[in-house]
């Protein structure tokens, strides 16, 4: 669907501080205090830390952008942390639910829902006008992946960071092989078809096709799904678990077999 259904208008924003060279992460995870259920603690910290530290250089608010963002799971606590989000998705469902969700934690006016596809990005919202672009569990289900990131390269402004979350196909195959389904193993890891093309080295090869300069590719979740899950109700277990995936959210071969991958890079100019 190509056409856009603006609910609430956003605001316009200013240059934010790109990370010192050399510099992987955006964000220390023990900012990662209280993320939104079900999310990550690492990908929270990098996201939030976003807009606490335009608020703290007394900066005008990162306008983001989330592509599939759907009813709004990261979307309105990140407006609830000061930023104005402009969610994409194409169910008008969902967006109606976004806006209600927005409404009951006091940020509606921060808040703009536009419906149609992800492949039609350009075409529904304004070029070189975001902070911070969200493309999460979305290039997956698109027919051209390389055609949303370059669309994506299009609206992010210079400097501007996009965020690229996908299911990692070699954990779907080591899942199946831990559980005993061996046949289902073997016909993940010889399955062909766009899923295959999204691991960790080939979402960040798409990233530079696209234009932008990968600065990290982590992985969410290496060792959260293999603990078993009475070992978690042990004190302090879910506080070292969070240390050790922090630990080895970047460092390859650990990286690779995680559930999901992270990649952030950024838009090459002067931020």
């Given at each position: ?58 900066l005008a608010p990162p306008r983001v952008l989330d592509c599939g963002g759907g009813s709004g799971g990261l979307a309105v606590p990140l407006a609830a942390e000061g930023a104005v989000i402009t969610v ?184």
């Open positions: 669907m190509s056409g856009a259904a603006a609910l609430v208008s956003i605001g316009v924003a200013s240059d934010v501080p790109e990370p010192a060279a050399g510099s992987t992460r955006l964000v220390d995870p023990a900012a990662a205090a209280r993320p939104p259920h079900g999310r990550s603690p690492l990908l929270w910290a990098a996201l939030s830390q976003i807009v606490r530290d335009r608020s703290r250089l007394g994409v998705d194409v169910s008008i469902d969902a967006l109606a639910t976004l806006m209600r969700r927005a409404a009951e934690a006091g940020v509606p006016d921060r808040v703009t829902a536009v419906q149609g596809e992800a492949e039609s990005l350009a075409e529904l919202v304004p070029a070189d006008a975001f902070d911070l672009v969200l493309v999460h569990d979305v290039l997956s289900d698109v027919q051209n992946p390389g055609q949303v990131l370059r669309q994506v390269a299009g609206v992010l402004r210079p400097g501007g960071v996009l965020s690229v979350v996908a299911a990692n196909p070699v954990a779907a195959v080591l899942a199946r092989a831990l559980a005993g389904d061996l046949a289902g193993a073997l016909a993940a890891l010889s399955r062909p078809g766009r899923d295959a093309a999204l691991d960790a080295e080939a979402l960040a090869d798409r990233c530079t096709a696209a234009g932008l300069r990968v600065e990290a590719v982590e992985g969410l979740g290496v060792f959260t799904d293999l603990v078993p899950g009475i070992e978690l109700d042990r004190p302090g277990a879910l506080a070292a678990l969070s240390e050790l995936e922090s630990a080895v959210a970047g460092r390859p071969p650990y990286r690779d077999i995680a559930s999901r991958l992270h990649v952030r890079a950024r838009r090459p100019g002067p931020g």
